[in-house]
């Protein structure tokens, strides 16, 4: 089966996020009240071949710890759906 | 008879030329090892310059850290053999995980371009084992993703093994600790955003790098 893939890549909490206090400094220059915790991450999105979900959701977890994500500083959030 | 320091290049490397320039100079022997190249040619030190090994993309170092050098590299270094990282360098070994902790991106998300001091936090490392302790060193830095960062327990640890060799006296980046450079717990992995190559003769506006890279030749002459 093919199987959609999205992953989103975030820092971890407590991780220092320069993007996102520059983007929340902007939005109060901008005049947008009331905007905090800003943190920027990004998302990454693929197909994958699998036999089934558990096989599909193995595959991307281990991609996402050796590869997609440094385990230091990020976390990943995973979305896995049959195509179709 | 001089010592072989290995230069890896990946693609997007930049700072290499630098490098072999600088180690002749200092009367070592450098060379140009491929990064696809599996074999690291018997050489008595490995460099990683500095650069944007394969565009950065996805986090700097994050492919770099899969070549087929690197897989030797990580041998090499497991067996004592000294290896330096200078800037891009310094993350791929981050990424690699020959070194603890990463790089973010700059506080304050300005690239950074100057000459900046450091201060040697302790002699006892293959890159300030000719250096005193105190002693501040002007080498400049260049680089967007130089904020070391890492958790409460790993900088503890670096802080208690002394790992922590250099360290900026005006932090210009957010690193934790001022950290600038960091060695692994036997102290032969080293790696640092400053760039020593580009402080090696006084046309360049310092020569304090020298003191860095002639402890690492002699660091790589006490593994021979």
Known sequence: ???????????????ADPQGS?????????GFAGITNVRVGKSIRFQIEADNDEEASKIVNELCDRFLTNPVIEEAVIEIQVVG | MS???GVVVFPGSNCEMDAMEAFSDLGASPRLLWHADRDIGGVDAVVIPGGFAHGDYLRP??????????????D?????????GICNGFQVLTEAGLLPGALQKNAGLKFLCKEVELRVETTNSVLTNMAYEGQTLRIPINHFEGNFTCTDE????????GQIILTYTENPNGSIANIAAICNAQRNVVGLMPHPERACHALLGSTDGRTLLESFIQGAHANV
Do not use: W
């Open chain 1, 22 to 30: 520059t983007i929340e400094k902007a939005t109060a220059n901008l």
């Open chain 2, 154 to 161: 790993t900088l503890t640890k670096l802080q208690s093994n």
């Open chain 2, 76 to 84: 090499f270094a497991h067996n004592g053999g000294p290896v330096l």
């Open chain 1, 1 to 15: 089966m093919v199987y959609d893939a999205c992953v989103e890549v975030k820092l971890r909490e407590g991780i």
């Open chain 2, 61 to 74: 170092g994050a492919i770099a850290r899969f070549s087929p050098a690197m897989e030797a590299i990580i």
């Open chain 2, 3 to 5: 010592q072989k320091i």
